[in-house]
């Protein structure tokens, strides 16, 4: 094809497409680069076909973008800390401080009530609080590590965090938490916790997350919820 029987199409095609193009705001030199030349008036077409998707999908928005691919098994320790933070006991923490100052200072009330006045009806009930403080810290514990054995399965766990949602699979199953600020996010010493709006709990051990993009993979969670409040 000769350079003037191009130029003449090009006239044409851009005469052609000119409303078209001012409406969507695209500037026409953009569809037909310096130096670019077609052999065919189909071959020009195409151009202007391939041009316009190119505007159309840069005005679509942002794509989803992944910033974490991990695969893990949840250890035994992993699942312990989860249990803890998910609050199965109330009397944990804090609570349990509390509730053992308050139990030891009637076990020594009751003590010195017992041998100073001579009366040894107190010493069973400074007994019993002993063993109320003891009910405290070991009960608790024993469950909870034995719920821990219970529920390390060694299931492996297909992990994806976007700009939009963090996305756990376990076999063909699959869980879609979106970061808009519906869910929690509760930061521990292995693992992080998020908690959906409909109470939903998911574990992310942070030896799944690379050190070097650790602070921020967090920062991304923590963009898309809010902090958890026990």
């Known amino acids: 094809m000769k350079a003037a029987e191009v130029d003449d199409i090009l006239d044409e095609m851009n005469k052609k497409y000119q409303d078209e193009q001012t409406s969507a ?13 077609f052999d065919s008036v189909e071959e020009l077409r195409e151009r202007i076909r391939e041009e316009k998707l190119e505007q159309n999908s840069f005005h679509e928005g942002r794509p989803k ?7 893990f098994i949840l250890e035994e320790s992993e699942v312990l800390e989860t249990l803890k933070l998910a609050g199965i006991y109330k009397t944990q923490g ?4 509390l509730y ?4 030891a200072v009637a076990a020594v009330g009751f003590f010195l009530s017992c041998f100073y006045g001579n009366n040894f009806n ?7 609080c002993l063993i109320v403080i003891g009910a405290i810290w070991i ?7 034995k719920l821990a054995r219970e ?6 766990v297909r992990l994806e965090i976007t700009n939009e949602d963090i996305i756990q699979r376990v076999g063909d199953k699959e869980w879609i938490i979106p970061l808009d600020k519906t869910g929690t996010l509760q930061d521990g010493d292995e693992v992080i916790i998020v908690r959906t709006y409909h109470g939903q709990v998911f574990t992310i051990p942070k030896r799944s997350i690379e050190k070097e993009i650790y602070k921020k993979i967090l920062q991304i969670i923590k963009n898309g919820t809010e902090p958890y409040e026990g």
Do not use: C
């Open 25 to 37: 705001s695209v500037d026409e030199s953009s569809y037909f680069p310096q130096g670019e030349s």
């Open 139 to 145: 009960v608790p514990t024993l469950h909870l590590k």
């Open 100 to 103: 053992t100052i308050i139990m």
């Open 65 to 71: 973008r992944v910033y974490l691919k991990a695969e």
């Open 122 to 128: 107190w010493l069973f009930f400074g007994v019993l």
């Open 151 to 156: 529920n390390t399965t060694g299931d492996k």
């Open 94 to 97: 804090n609570k349990a401080i």
